[in-house]
């Protein structure tokens, strides 16, 4: 039986407890999940590449061990579809926060499967503890020193807490 591979792509800028949440589930769809995080100059992030990468490794450690065992962290900077292939993924895992996601995520699907037919897109459903929470929002409430402990991990928190008092 051949080993499902899926990849779980994302600026992750920082990554949250929804974020965490889908990769948790995730792992119970594939046996085997990258998480894939974009370099998307286009969107200015607040941390560096390799932040990011480095956050979401130490969000996965906290894991339990099974399942980190079976998550692997990469970053990338091609088109998504040619990532995939790279990695031998046969699918890729997104979240849905809101009927909002669901339509430029469809056309994201439709895109994906019309470059390479074979790929599958699977939807998880955020929790309903984690739906409103997205990294813009995080950013946002840190910068104005509101309380972000209950949308990220304490270290990601913490990274923040210091990212904004050196602006």
């Known amino acids: 039986m051949s ?31 990258i998480v ?4 998307n100059a286009d969107k200015e992030p607040l941390f560096s590449l390799a ?3 480095a956050m979401v ?24 579809v040619e990532f995939v292939m790279d990695v031998g993924a046969s699918m890729i895992v997104r ?4 009927v909002s996601d669901f339509e430029y995520e469809f056309q994201m699907a439709a895109m994906n499967s019309r470059l390479d037919p074979e790929l599958e897109t699977v939807f998880l ?3 309903d ?30 990274q923040l807490r210091e990212r904004f008092q050196r602006k």
Request: aromatic fraction near 6%.
């Open 51 to 53: 932040e990011r990468v």
């Open 3 to 33: 080993q499902r591979t899926g990849v779980y792509p994302g600026t992750f800028d920082p990554v949250t407890n929804g974020h965490m949440d889908i990769i948790s589930r995730a792992t119970r769809v594939v046996d085997q999940l």
């Open 57 to 80: 490794e130490a969000d996965i450690r906290a894991l339990k061990p099974d399942v980190a065992a079976r998550i692997e962290v990469r970053p990338f900077d091609n088109l998504l």
């Open 129 to 158: 503890r984690h739906q409103f929470i997205s990294s813009r929002f995080v950013k946002e409430i840190g910068r104005l020193g509101g309380d972000i402990s209950h949308f990220v991990s304490l270290p990601v928190a913490a």
């Open 125 to 127: 459903m955020a929790s």
């Open 36 to 39: 894939a995080v974009a370099v």
């Open 95 to 98: 979240g849905l926060r809101a």
